[in-house]
């Protein structure tokens, strides 16, 4: 043990970490856990930033091993088309398994119907408990943060969910120091969230730090867009624009990656991520709502989602 | 990449803090108050709140709302479990474990104490100390957590005196001290009306000390590593197997405490067997020196058998293995923990049959009083525990190590967490009885 060098009052010891490499050497602890405590792990990946950056991790928290598990992806059939292109590409350069399950899928064959308004995240639900239960997956990893929502706030790092996959907000178990526990009966799952302490701002300082690559779509592009419900929709085959909504083109960039039919542009000019950064600091709207219409359903909305099983 | 932005954000450090304080002490006001003038509150979450207050028929937006998140607390109007709010400062980054501090929830103080460095215990100036500030003080003082804050609200009720917050701040400081509580930094505050919260108080000129936030910017985010016995969990074993790297093997784990450097002498429990440290992967580039808590594959010079579960500690600062644990608990479970219950126990990456041998005590958090040979623990109550262990343990003591000295009990039928541990002495211990090892009949 060599001497520790005097540290001023009121500052850190030169053995602090900064918050972005706690947060880091926290996700990591958690990936090896689930690694070191269960049989068939899967990493749930949008090709969104919480998924790309929650990859990272476990690449970095095996190396120079592979990533002991697979990867799933919901496809709602109304994904952005350089969010797929850029899964593809990311599974194949890293040699991993990629699962779909298919919502597009579930509609042509009868077992789930569209909605009135168009959107499908709500319909994600079913295909991916199938999904779990068919894999006969144990722990499956979601990018969700408990800054993002508040009944997310109250969400465990280990989640465990019985053989329907719903949350129930009594049984969860308190989480002490860092001694997460795994175990579940035959049939329950446990969804694990590694990001749970990180904001928006922490992924994307992450995402910088580390010099991740990201699909094109999070920085300021040209696009045909047009206004509904208070946001700036891409035109496309999933609904719209309708009659009486005008397309026009406007310089914009998103800041979560989802469903076309209900993921809002926001207008900006940010085409680097320091630029990206700076308006996210700067921003006076959480990421949600700014850009998630189905969020905004009600003040419970998101707590009876969790309920049946969503993520 | 441009410095600038990035860099300037990154360059903080992250405070994990905890609140305690009672339904009508104002603490969500305060959180609210905390995260609303930091400028953390998003106008779409203020926008929310106005709602709700509005078709409540409340005057103003109550701030409050911001943070009392499942259907069944608006009902109740209480907070029922742990919340994790996080806000940033270009000081630092928070994250808040906010637990209600109703009688009935130690178990989430507990856990949100766990992995705090700092702990907010509330008390209305009206009431002063009060048995549930003890209890706070208490559970502050029996994790161990580093910095304890006493705000002291609602002063715009006692008309700012300086006399009543000096009484109070005087009381709490004595009682805490005397529980072993290391610094104790008490503070008048307004949540309601935001004195000394974020701004600094016009209507107290007598205070002279930090705001709340300043004080929470300030403190030292504390590694103190000279005191520390270092400790590595294994939590993986990482073999590539592959052409590039035909025979790497790493143990991987987040350091739990102190300092490993390559070359040190260490030792792999529970098997004793020795060797040094012949590399560090520090995420992927080698490094000569890591320390707590960062996550790190560890390069072992002798090829010996290490598995997850194992502890790697150094060669002259080895902790003794034990089969019997003496701890200081917290029931989590709403089923009781009773004498001869079969549990498995998991310590640090290492999970392990165990029998609950013995209850000598439950302890009273009011006065601290102990109760002899309860038979049983329920929900929320601190006791002492005698556990017998299917295997030897490497445990510290939690005064010394708050990572290698606490464990949690499970269930083995339905995987419940029930117990929360601390091994070795707490304040409220008095002398332990040793009584003669039984280990007769003990087959799991």
């Given amino acids: 043990m060599t001497t520790v060098a005097s540290v001023q009052e009121g500052t850190d010891s030169p053995y602090a970490l900064s918050h972005l490499d706690a947060l880091e050497s926290e996700a990591v602890h958690i990936f090896r856990e689930v690694a070191g405590e269960f049989e068939k792990p899967v990493i749930l990946f949008s090709g969104g930033k919480d998924s790309i950056v929650m990859l990272h991790l476990a690449l970095k928290a095996f190396a120079p091993a592979a990533v002991p598990f697979s990867l799933l992806h919901v496809d709602t059939g109304h994904n952005f088309p350089e969010v797929l292109e850029y899964r593809d590409r990311v599974v194949a350069a890293h040699g991993l398994r990629l699962h779909v399950a298919s919502v597009q899928d579930y509609i042509d064959r009868g077992v789930l119907k569209e909605r009135p308004d168009g959107t499908r995240n709500p319909l994600q639900t079913l295909p991916l408990t199938e999904k779990i239960q068919s894999e006969k997956f144990d722990a499956v990893f979601g990018g969700g943060r408990r800054d993002e929502e508040k009944a997310r706030a109250k969400e465990r790092v280990f989640s465990l969910r019985d053989e329907f996959s719903q949350w129930d907000p009594r049984r969860q178990r308190p989480e002490l120091w860092n001694l997460y526990n795994g175990r579940h009966a035959p049939g329950e799952h446990v969804r694990v969230f590694p990001l749970s302490n990180w904001t928006e701002l922490d992924v994307w300082q992450y995402i910088a730090r580390e010099g991740i690559e990201l699909p094109e779509i999070y920085f300021a592009h040209e696009r045909e867009v047009f206004q509904r419900g208070g946001m700036w929709l891409t035109a496309g085959e999933w609904g719209g624009p309708k009659d009486d909504e005008t397309v026009e083109k406007r310089q914009v960039r998103y800041r979560t990656v989802g469903d076309m039919s209900c993921t809002g542009a926001v207008d900006s000019d940010a085409t680097t991520l320091d630029a990206v950064i700076a308006e996210i600091a700067a921003s006076r709207l959480t990421e949600r709502g700014a850009t998630r219409a189905d969020d905004k359903m009600s003040e419970a909305a998101m707590e009876d989602r969790k309920r049946e099983g969503y993520f | ?444």
């Fill in chain 2, 1 to 444: 990449m441009s410095t600038t932005t990035t860099e300037a954000l990154s360059a903080t450090t992250l405070l994990r803090f905890a609140t305690a304080g009672s339904v009508d002490d104002g603490k969500s006001t305060l959180v609210g108050r905390l995260l609303h003038d930091s400028k953390s509150v998003l106008t779409d979450q203020l926008e929310a709140v106005e709602r709700a207050s509005a078709s409540r028929g409340q005057d103003g937006p109550d701030l409050a709302l911001l943070t009392d998140g499942l259907r069944a607390e608006r009902e109740q109007g209480i907070t029922i479990d742990v919340a994790y709010r996080y806000f940033a400062t270009p000081r630092r980054r928070f994250i808040l474990a906010d637990t209600p501090g109703h009688v009935q929830y130690t178990r989430n103080m507990v856990t949100g104490a766990s992995t705090a460095e700092l702990t907010v215990v509330l008390v209305d100036a009206r009431n002063g100390v009060v048995e549930q500030t003890r209890r706070h003080a208490a559970i502050a003082a029996l994790l161990r957590v580093p910095h304890v804050v006493l705000a002291v609200n609602k002063m715009d009720l006692v008309a700012y005196e300086e006399a009543v917050f000096a009484a109070i701040a005087e009381e709490f400081t004595a009682y805490a001290t005397e529980l072993g509580v290391p610094e104790v930094t008490a503070i008048p505050i307004s949540a309601l009306a935001g004195d000394n919260v974020v701004e600094p108080s016009a209507n107290m000129d007598w205070y002279g000390g930090p705001t709340v936030l300043e004080h929470l910017e300030t403190v030292p985010v504390s590694h103190d590593l000279a005191h520390c016995h270092a400790r590595l969990p294994v939590q993986y074993v990482i073999r590539p197997q592959t052409a590039e790297h035909p025979d790497y093997r790493g143990y991987a784990g987040q350091i739990a405490a102190g300092t490993f450097r390559v070359g040190d002498p260490v030792t792999v429990l529970p098997s004793g067997r020795t060797t040094t440290v012949s590399g560090i992967d520090l995420l992927g580039r080698p490094v000569d020196v890591a320390w707590t808590t960062q996550s790190v594959t560890v390069l072992l010079a002798d090829d010996i058998d290490v598995s997850r579960g194992d502890l790697i500690v150094p060669t002259k600062d080895a902790p003794a293995t034990t089969q019997d644990v003496e701890a200081t608990v917290c029931h989590v479970a709403d089923a009781p923990l009773t004498v001869g219950h079969r549990v498995l126990l998991k310590h640090g990456t290492r999970t392990v049959k165990a029998i609950v041998k013995d209850i000598p005590s439950r302890l009273t958090l009011d006065d601290l009083s102990l109760h002899p040979h309860p038979g049983q623990l329920v929900a929320n109550d601190i006791g002492r525990v005698k556990i017998r262990t299917a295997e030897p343990l490497p445990v510290d003591s939690y005064a010394d190590s708050r990572r290698t000295g606490s464990f949690i009990l499970i269930d083995p039928s339905d995987g419940t967490t029930l117990t929360a541990g601390m091994v070795g002495e707490s304040f409220a211990a008095p002398e332990p009885v040793k009584d003669a090892a039984d280990d007769d009949g003990w087959d799991f």
